[in-house]
């Protein structure tokens, strides 16, 4: 069954699994001890840590070892903050960051903090121009991911950092995406990453602070990974990890290439395969091994479910794969298409014939869930004749899809846009959040107006005027 969901989650290395079973045998004692075992694990952990630290590009006594990605993330934050907070308590942050970082943003602006989140592009880009134009004399602390988790897009790191570097402001790069493929550029002051995002073991994160960056480690002192991460270290992890992060860079540039030709395969066919759909992300300066698509007219959790069915594992951005049924925030930010939001990343391996088979099964998989749900033919234009719709103004036709979720109201819209003549309006009654994205996305990808929203019936009423 082909696993395409390697940005979650890669599978373990072999490499990592390796080194994981030898080190349970070495690494078991305290590595603070003087005694053998103590020793030979001290040994264990040292040469993990420089092994690391070359693939980050820093020196080993500036790279700690925490229990997550998640904690490497929340520890360089607060670190940083703590360390610099007679400056002042503003952070920088871009909109499409990774939920762990913006959890730590609204934690510290509820803690009386402020936050100031930098728009992106339709490709999910950062400016580096605006990201400067976010610094202030006040500000602690930016924020800005070497790669997008979601869309794949590569931020402009090397920019960004030296307009930080010229503000005098120290820069926190997320490289849990990329950290596999090469190191970060750029003057960049505090880097963490994930283990098993490139086949380490789970439960292993590496946070990076440069020297002479203001840090001040929270909770109670530690001696352990200078401060930053308390505990007894697990050795054999961390031994894996560093072990799998050195051989799949060894591996990077044959697979980079031959994943990213992969990807082009998906980008260029599922546009020419499957009707009404948008490839998000840049097409260029983006990971090798992420493509992700919006299907119109589809519910995404039931296009993954149907696609596990046909054995391929994928993720979403969908409203419709989600408790909170809001769009995610990578999407909403870019303000694309969210409904039927397929993420493929493909892991180290993947086979041609896997992508052949995927999309073949693909284009199929969505004419049925588009059947199920009712969707109006696929095509560019619109559908049907104009006529009244139940209303005395042929040119003013109401849908209300008041309690009903995505994909419906964009469904729905799509019936009754070909019912008003041209220059005649739509107005969709809706409560679902996904609509704010998917309404305004719809118009784009079909040429017509969007007016704008008003509150209407407990919901919101939004305007689409026909244009041909």
């Given at each position: 069954?082909?696993?395409?969901?390697?940005?979650?989650?890669?599978?373990?290395?072999?490499?990592?699994?390796?080194?994981?079973?030898?080190?349970?045998?070495?690494?078991?004692?305290?590595?603070?001890?003087?005694?053998?075992?103590?020793?030979?694990?001290?040994?264990?952990?040292?040469?993990?840590?420089?092994?690391?630290?070359?693939a980050?590009?820093?020196?080993?006594?500036?790279?700690?070892?925490?229990?997550?990605?998640?904690?490497?993330?929340?520890?360089?934050?607060?670190?940083s903050?703590?360390?610099?907070?007679?400056?002042?308590?503003?952070?920088?942050?871009s909109?499409?960051?990774?939920?762990?970082?913006?959890?730590?943003?609204?934690?510290?602006?509820?803690?009386?903090?402020?936050?100031?989140?930098?728009a992106?592009?339709?490709?999910?880009?950062?400016?580096?121009e605006?990201?400067?134009?976010?610094?202030?004399?006040?500000?602690?602390?930016?924020?800005?991911?070497?790669?997008?988790?979601?869309?794949?897009?590569?931020?402009?790191?090397?920019?960004?950092?030296?307009?930080?570097?010229?503000?005098?402001?120290?820069?926190?790069?997320?490289?849990?995406?990329?950290l596999?493929?090469?190191?970060?550029?750029?003057?960049?002051?505090?880097?963490?990453?994930?283990?098993?995002?490139?086949?380490?073991?789970a439960?292993?994160?590496?946070?990076?602070?440069?020297?002479?960056?203001?840090f001040?480690?929270?909770?109670?002192?530690?001696?352990r990974?200078?401060?930053?991460?308390?505990?007894?270290?697990?050795?054999?992890?961390?031994?894996?990890?560093?072990?799998?992060?050195?051989?799949?860079?060894a591996?990077?540039?044959?697979?980079?290439?031959?994943?990213?030709a992969?990807?082009?395969?998906?980008?260029?066919?599922?546009?020419?395969?499957?009707?009404?759909?948008?490839?998000?992300?840049?097409?260029?300066?983006?990971?090798?091994?992420?493509?992700?698509?919006?299907?119109?007219?589809?519910?995404?959790?039931?296009l993954?479910?149907?696609?596990?069915?046909?054995?391929?594992?994928?993720?979403?951005?969908?409203?419709?794969?989600?408790?909170?049924?809001?769009?995610?925030?990578?999407?909403?930010?870019?303000?694309?298409?969210?409904?039927?939001?397929?993420?493929?990343?493909?892991p180290?391996?993947?086979?041609?014939?896997?992508?052949?088979?995927?999309?073949?099964?693909?284009?199929?998989?969505?004419?049925?869930?588009?059947?199920r749900?009712?969707?109006?033919?696929?095509?560019?234009?619109?559908?049907?004749?104009?006529?009244?719709?139940?209303?005395?103004?042929?040119?003013?036709?109401?849908?209300?899809?008041?309690?009903?979720?995505?994909?419906?109201?964009?469904?729905?819209?799509?019936?009754?846009?070909?019912?008003?003549?041209?220059?005649?309006?739509?107005?969709?009654?809706?409560?679902?959040?996904?609509?704010?994205?998917?309404?305004?996305?719809?118009?784009?990808?079909?040429?017509?107006?969007?007016?704008?929203?008003?509150?209407a019936?407990?919901?919101?009423?939004?305007?689409?005027?026909?244009?041909?």
């Amino acid at each position: 069954m082909p696993y395409f969901d390697a940005a979650s989650s890669a599978p373990l290395h072999p490499v990592a699994r390796q080194a994981l079973q030898a080190s349970l045998d070495e690494g078991w004692a305290d590595p603070a001890r003087l005694y053998r075992e103590g020793r030979r694990a001290r040994l264990l952990l040292d040469a993990a840590r420089e092994a690391a630290a070359e693939a980050v590009a820093c020196r080993p006594d500036e790279l700690s070892f925490t229990g997550s990605g998640t904690r490497a993330v929340h520890c360089g934050i607060y670190g940083s903050l703590s360390g610099r907070r007679r400056v002042g308590r503003h952070l920088v942050v871009s909109a499409v960051e990774h939920s762990s970082v913006l959890h730590s943003a609204a934690s510290h602006e509820s803690d009386g903090g402020s936050v100031t989140e930098v728009a992106v592009d339709r490709t999910g880009r950062v400016s580096p121009e605006v990201f400067a134009a976010a610094l202030r004399p006040g500000t602690a602390l930016a924020c800005l991911q070497s790669a997008n988790h979601e869309v794949g897009t590569v931020q402009p790191v090397a920019e960004v950092a030296e307009a930080c570097r010229a503000a005098g402001v120290p820069l926190l790069v997320d490289a849990a995406q990329s950290l596999a493929w090469a190191p970060v550029d750029g003057a960049w002051s505090i880097l963490a990453a994930s283990a098993h995002k490139w086949g380490g073991p789970a439960g292993v994160g590496l946070l990076a602070v440069r020297k002479g960056v203001r840090f001040a480690p929270q909770g109670p002192a530690d001696e352990r990974e200078s401060g930053r991460a308390p505990g007894f270290e697990n050795i054999p992890a961390i031994v894996a990890a560093a072990a799998s992060l050195r051989a799949v860079r060894a591996e990077a540039d044959a697979e980079s290439a031959r994943l990213r030709a992969l990807v082009d395969r998906i980008r260029t066919r599922v546009a020419e395969l499957v009707p009404d759909v948008e490839v998000v992300g840049d097409p260029v300066r983006r990971l090798p091994h992420l493509v992700t698509f919006s299907c119109l007219y589809v519910d995404g959790e039931t296009l993954l479910h149907e696609l596990d069915r046909a054995e391929f594992s994928v993720s979403s951005g969908s409203s419709c794969t989600s408790s909170t049924l809001t769009p995610s925030h990578v999407l909403r930010a870019m303000g694309v298409l969210s409904e039927g939001n397929v993420r493929v990343s493909l892991p180290l391996g993947t086979t041609d014939g896997d992508v052949d088979r995927f999309l073949e099964v693909l284009p199929g998989v969505v004419a049925s869930v588009r059947t199920r749900l009712g969707a109006p033919a696929a095509t560019g234009g619109t559908a049907g004749t104009a006529g009244t719709a139940g209303t005395a103004d042929p040119a003013q036709v109401t849908v209300d899809s008041l309690g009903r979720l995505c994909p419906i109201p964009v469904i729905e819209l799509a019936k009754a846009i070909g019912k008003v003549p041209v220059g005649g309006v739509v107005t969709v009654l809706a409560d679902d959040e996904a609509a704010r994205l998917d309404i305004p996305a719809w118009c784009e990808m079909r040429d017509q107006e969007y007016l704008g929203e008003h509150a209407a019936g407990g919901g919101t009423a939004y305007r689409v005027r026909r244009t041909s």
